[in-house]
């Protein structure tokens, strides 16, 4: 008779977390585990750039101009004379940066902006969200380019004005995340604890929103990255002699028909890049869909 009770026990103790769970559903989804492989990997090259490019971004040689690949130049040069390679090893930086650190801007206003409208309710939720429809209403496009005319062309600003317009679907879902559990039990629970709404936004309602916040990150990031490259394609973007994905592509399809690994090269790393956070984010949500797995 002790056997099934020492069974049960064992079971208790091999239980899972939802995140264990997460993990589990997504290590199956191979197309995911590619895309955070082939993210990783972008984002170490990225990280070790300066150390492991082969040529310095500024070194030029006009005597040489493009040239196919070869031994000496892997990816080739561009029409200054400039290592294709280390052209598109520093642009991942700039192009990455930029995708994650106006993604990060953006989550920090739309969650914020979400989660106080969320548990706020009644006038207050009206007007902050009536606020979202309104900037939704505007050119996101137009609005970007008058900041970067109006402030000046600089990196700081360029990851300001992307995230500040990239936050506003952040914050609808971080409202209705919001509405839905603050009728929750534990949410009652600390009210009832005397917590500040301050902390218990904090402590329990956002952590708790963490897998719409997760999965929407990754989907946000590749966004991100094709408005910089839009804004480089229009000379609007990162200015040389500092380099991107986007304006090595702008470059690149200038001369693509005479010299067409200006264009290739760039355009292959960024669609893997935009691939990859995209099949992440499949992942993740399949993942994180604790009604879709099956258990």
């Known amino acids: ?34 895309g955070l492989a082939v993210l990783v990997l972008f984002i170490l090259i990225a990280t070790l750039t300066p150390w492991i490019a082969p040529y310095s971004y500024t070194q030029h040689n006009l005597d040489l101009g493009a040239t196919p690949p070869s031994a000496a130049h892997w990816l080739g040069t561009d029409i200054f004379g400039r290592d294709m390679l280390t052209q598109v090893m520093y642009g991942g930086r700039i192009s990455l940066a930029v995708g994650f650190i106006a993604t990060a801007v953006a989550l920090v206003i739309g969650i914020t902006w979400g989660a106080i409208a969320g548990y706020a309710g009644g006038r207050i939720d009206a007007v902050m969200m009536r606020m979202v429809d309104i900037i939704y209403a505007l050119p996101f496009m137009i609005f970007i380019v008058l900041l970067m005319v109006v402030f ?42 005397g917590l500040s709404p301050a902390t218990i936004v904090r402590r329990h309602l956002i952590p708790n929103a963490l897998g719409p916040i997760i999965v929407y990150t990754t989907l946000t990031i590749p966004s991100v990255m094709l408005l910089e490259a839009f804004l ?13 994905w986007g304006l090595l592509i702008s470059y690149g399809a200038e001369s693509m028909e005479e010299y067409p690994w200006l264009l290739l090269y760039p355009g292959i790393a960024m669609t893997l890049t935009l691939f990859s956070l995209n099949f992440l984010g499949d992942g993740l949500r399949d ?5 879709g797995a099956k258990d």
């Open 1 to 34: 008779m002790a056997t099934p009770v020492i069974a049960n026990i064992v079971e208790a103790e091999e239980g899972t977390s939802l995140w264990q769970d997460a993990w589990l559903r997504l290590s199956r989804n191979r197309l995911a585990l590619f």
């Open 152 to 193: 000046g062309r600089n990196m700081l600003l360029l990851f300001l004005a992307i995230g500040a317009v990239e936050w506003l679907t952040m914050a609808r879902i971080m409202r209705s995340q919001v509405q839905s559990l603050r009728q929750q039990e534990f949410v009652e629970a600390a009210i009832s604890l």
């Open 232 to 244: 480089s394609f229009l000379g609007l973007g990162v200015q040389p002699p500092q380099t991107s």
């Open 287 to 291: 993942a994180l869909d604790v009604r």
